[in-house]
């Protein structure tokens, strides 16, 4: 645990001398903000040995058995067919067990830089949310669903840009890497909806109508896609429960608090009609919360759920604006009061963080280089 300690407290002390430096965290600051993400949070993650990580082992005897099996015939039944030809191509190169732990790390960290660097107003605030957060350390274990998320959060981006046929090429990508990205969709018609309170409403209505529909819903979604039985226990879609072992209920209420401030300030105060992507934000974390308090025991809705739950990183630094621009007109003190609810924002969040860790969930624990 101590080393990710200490690359939190390097990453922090590094980024207040380029903040003292630089007096701004726009500009080349941000550039140099997201190298110093990669370096620092990359060099962990991609440098570590196949037993930090509860999947990774099981990833690399995938990439080894993809890497001397796999054939055109195989690739046309793949489940995952471009991770299967891009675990292909790079057995090409090395047969080392090594490589893909490396790649997968590799591409989830730089993809997540640039989704911050161009997502973040706050975008400090929000690469330690990926950590503290524990979203870091799951990219350790569920490595091939966060290099479909990673890639569906670029085509998010693109969305936001006005680039809809880049959307959906991305969108297929990282639907062949992990089907559970088919909840994509979703998020091109919570693009294209301008939120209102009332539709707010209307969502989260809908949201809860359908986790009470989980059972038959579930038993057709493993028809569609039997890959996901294993999930299962048993023969009936209901029993998916599992112990949790993620304090996932602590968090939700954390993230629920925030969805009630934003709500409220977004009703009273502002309008997500005039921020589209803080209308979005909200949107996502009001499915995401609902799904956690549904069902955060369940292992297919939390795999499901997190392709929401991410977009918290962004949600929580947009909220705290919220906060501190309908409470202080100054813009001095604006930051000020921002700095401060920063702090103690991430400074909760170590607890849950912590936790996990000293659970050793995801198995990153101990840390040991390859």
Known sequence: MEIYLLVITFYTFIYGILRLLMNSTRGINKKCLSILFILCFGGIST????FVGTDTILYTNLYQSMGTNSHLSTLKSSKYPMYELYNVFLYKFSDSPQMITFFNAFIIIILMSFIIYFWAD??????ILYVTLYFYFYSMNIGRQFVAMSILMMGVIKLFKGKKIEFWLLYLTALLVHSTAIIGAIFYILFKIRWTGKKNIVLAIITVVILLLYTKIVDIFIILFPMYSGYVEGTGGATLDVES???QLFLTFFYLLFVILGNYFLAKY????NNPKLGFLNASMIISTLMGLFFYKNILISRISIYFTIYVIFYIPSVLNLVSKTYIKDKFKQDIILNYLTVCTIGITFIPMIFQLTKNISGVVPYSFM
């Open 245 to 247: 072992k993620g304090n």
């Open 47 to 50: 440098l570590r040995s196949q």
């Open 270 to 273: 502002h309008s997500s009609n």
């Open 122 to 127: 706050r975008q400090f605030m929000s690469s």
